[in-house]
């Protein structure tokens, strides 16, 4: 499968805890993207990067958000101090910069936070 | 600021019928258009995009889209629709440069058999 993953897929924690969340892109894509669905609403935009720089953050990511991308592959989404505020479907989605597909995203199927 | 809007939760249609499902933009320069569907549980799909050229698109699964540039509209559109096209449907927008895609609320389509 060469497609984006996302790890894990279901993650529940309580009020407090600090959970962490992985994307691996597919592997020819130099841009990475993090965005957050609540029910009922469109995927918002919450950070990326391309290649290993963060190039902008939503005013959505609070300070208890961070996300990394080391080596410019694979990213990771850490919550600290969760807030039942931050259950939603965490979506991770890559695409190629410069291309003819015009910033295209292809989404991994997302992970799914509860907070209770 | 780009925006989208897609003015309605919900769409029913007949299976058959041909559907639609609006979208309008807001964006400075010129806009990206994006489709993408969404099935139970799963992650978001391509569908299709309007990027320049002629402003009707086909893409996947039978959809086209006009691009409407006078009326900031980007419709979604399907001759035919069928049972299987049932999901929720999201338009994005996203400027020129390094802008990330902003997404619409999405708009869940029922074909009803």
């Known amino acids: 499968d060469t497609g984006v993953s996302q790890d894990p897929r279901h993650k529940i924690t309580k009020r407090g805890q600090n959970v962490t969340f992985r994307c691996d892109p597919i592997?020819?894509?130099?841009?990475l993207y993090w965005y957050r669905q609540t029910l009922g609403q469109g995927p918002e935009f919450l950070t990326y990067f391309q290649n290993e720089a963060q190039l902008e953050k939503s005013r959505l990511l609070s300070d208890r958000f961070s996300a990394e991308r080391p080596k410019g592959s694979f990213s990771t989404l850490e919550i600290q101090r969760t807030e039942q505020g931050d259950s939603a479907m965490y979506l991770c989605a890559s695409s190629l910069a410069g291309g003819p597909n015009g910033g295209e995203l292809f989404f991994g199927e997302g992970s799914r936070l509860t907070v209770l | 600021a780009q925006s989208v809007a897609q003015p309605e939760d919900q769409v029913n249609v007949a299976e058959g019928n041909p559907l639609t499902v609006k979208c309008t933009y807001s964006v400075s320069g010129n806009p990206y258009l994006f489709w993408y569907v969404q099935y139970p549980n799963r992650g978001l799909q391509f569908l299709l995009k309007?990027?320049?050229?002629?402003?009707l698109v086909k893409g996947s699964y039978g959809f086209e889209a006009e691009f409407n540039k006078s009326q900031t509209s980007f419709h979604l559109k399907k001759p035919s629709a069928l049972v299987s096209d049932s999901a929720l449907y999201f338009c994005?927008?996203?400027?020129?440069?390094?802008?990330?895609?902003?997404f619409g609320k999405g708009t869940r389509l029922s074909v009803i058999a």
């Open positions: 592997s020819e894509h130099n841009r």
């Open positions: 994005a927008v996203r400027g020129s440069g390094n802008t990330p895609l902003v």
């Open positions: 309007y990027i320049t050229g002629d402003n």
